[in-house]
C-alpha cells in the first residue's frame, strides 16, 4: 500500500508486544498501521461471530463492549467477554 493509496481502517491502537495483554481502544488509522493489518472475523450464524486482531497462532485479540465503546481485549482474558455479533451475508445481487 503507497501512501497515496493509504486508506482508513480499523485499527488496535498500540501493536507493543507489553500491549498485548492490556484492554485497548479501537481507533481509526491508516490501513499501513501495524494494528490494522491481521484482523478476522471468526465464528457462526448459531453462535455468533467474532471480530478479532492478531497472527494467526499468536497472541489475539477481541472485540469487546464497554457501554458505547468497542475495545479490544485478549481473547483468552477471564475479565472481560467478547461482544458476539449478528452477521447478514448479502450477495452483490441482492444490494444492486
Known sequence: VTNEDD???LSKKSCKDADQDKLQPIVM???SH???KEWNILGDA?????????KE???NLCMIREGALAKM???DSEDFQYTPLQLQFAKA???T
Open 7 to 9: 486508506g482508513m481502517c
Open 29 to 31: 488509522a491508516k490501513c
Open 34 to 36: 501495524c494494528g490494522a
Open 46 to 54: 448459531e453462535s455468533g461471530y467474532v471480530l478479532t486482531e492478531g
Open 57 to 59: 497462532g499468536g497472541k
Open 73 to 75: 481485549a485478549p481473547c
Open 93 to 95: 445481487s441482492d444490494i
